[in-house]
Structures are given as structure tokens and as C-alpha cells.
């Protein structure tokens, strides 16, 4: 039996990159502090179809490297979950984690940044991934899954950057008890993004707070 001329094209087909730029009106510290923790930029990946959650499990000092986090991803109705690990951080210049454990046969995220002046910062981010075969394969759709990624990474990007530019100096630290309290929140408030439940924890903060005060 002849062996096929090209035994490898299979598994290069299942290849794909997609790739956004956009420029912020931040200074690159504060740009690359908000990315620094994944679930800040996955809140804003919400729009048309393309939900994106994250929840951080072991974290390192500084969200640096061997931080570990779990994605649950909704592309067009189709639920993925995967656990990504850190595996470089170099503060205000870049970020990549990769796939540790889920469906991709590879999936990685490279968020790159670049001072362009004092109060502007380019960011990149890349997705990397190699779509599986057999049952998931077949259900996913390879171009349709590629080009709700492309939508949700640029939405996502449009509103960081309106977001940071809008609000300037935002806190970002929280603990990880923290954040999971936020997320049962997140859950009782039917799935609203994660900035929606702070403004309405803040609001009944407020409102607490006026009523001590008379």
C-alpha cells in the first residue's frame, strides 16, 4: 500500500494563529497590570456568542509564572473548559500561558506589549491552537470556532480599552477568596460580567455607608 505524499498535511490543517493589536492611552505599567490577571480581559470577552470565564486556582506571587487558572469558553454554543498554566512574565513586555490539561491537542495565549510613548501602549494578543480530532472535532467546526475566537479577542480588546482609558487607575489585585466570592455572585446575578457585580456590590456599599451616616 502507497504511503499518502503528504502523511503530515492532516495535523498542519488543524493549525491555527489568530492575532489583534490595538493601541491604548495608558502607560504600559497600568495596561500591563490589568492583563496581568486573565480574568480581567475574559470578563470582556462577552459579546455575540463568545463567552469566556476564568477562575485562577494556583496562584504565584505577582500572577507570574506557574500560575494556574481554569477557562470555560462558550463559542456559539459550544461549552469548552481547559486548565492553562503561565509560562513566561515579564512585567510591562509580555505574558504567554499554555493549555496544562483539556480538549486542544495545543492551545496557548501570547499578550505582548510595547510602550509607545508615556501615556500610549500597543497590545498584541495571539492565540495559538491546534483544534482535536475525533467526537469534538466533528462537532466543532474549525473556520466557525477560528472566527468567533478573532471576534471575541477584538471585542475584548475594544473594551479594555475603553475601560482603562475611561476610568484611568483602576485596582486591580483581589484574592483569590475574593474573587470566587465574586463569582458566586456573578452566578446568583444570572452570569453578568464580573465588573457588573463589583458596581453593584459597591452601590449597596454606598448605600450602607449614607444610611451610618445619618
Not at 483602576?170 to 453578568?192: R, S
Amino acid at each position: 500500500m502507497s504511503k499518502p505524499l503528504n502523511p503530515d498535511l492532516q495535523e498542519l490543517e488543524s493549525l491555527t494563529v489568530v492575532s489583534k493589536s490595538i493601541d491604548i492611552k495608558v502607560p504600559v505599567d497600568s495596561v500591563f497590570t490589568y492583563f496581568a490577571r486573565p480574568e480581567h480581559v475574559s470578563d470582556q470577552m462577552s459579546d455575540k456568542g463568545v463567552g469566556m470565564t476564568v477562575i485562577p486556582m494556583d496562584i504565584k506571587e505577582g500572577m507570574g509564572v506557574g500560575t494556574t487558572f481554569r477557562i470555560i469558553g462558550d463559542f456559539g454554543g459550544k461549552r469548552l473548559e481547559w486548565d492553562c498554566e503561565t509560562t513566561e512574565f515579564i512585567r510591562e513586555e509580555l505574558i504567554t500561558a499554555k493549555q496544562i490539561e483539556g480538549p486542544f491537542k495545543r492551545w496557548e495565549i501570547r499578550n505582548e506589549f510595547k510602550a509607545l510613548g508615556e501615556n500610549l501602549t500597543q497590545v498584541t494578543m495571539t492565540v495559538d491552537y491546534e483544534m482535536p480530532f475525533g467526537p469534538l472535532g466533528t462537532i466543532m467546526d474549525k473556520a466557525k470556532f477560528a472566527k468567533s475566537a478573532e471576534k471575541g479577542m477584538e471585542t475584548a480588546l475594544f473594551k479594555v480599552r475603553g475601560l482603562l482609558e475611561g476610568n484611568g487607575s483602576i485596582p486591580v489585585y483581589i484574592t483569590l477568596d475574593a474573587y470566587q466570592k465574586l463569582l458566586a455572585e456573578k452566578k446568583k446575578m444570572n452570569d453578568v460580567p464580573v465588573s457588573t457585580v463589583l458596581t453593584a456590590i459597591l452601590e449597596k456599599y454606598n448605600e450602607v455607608e449614607a444610611k451610618i451616616s445619618n
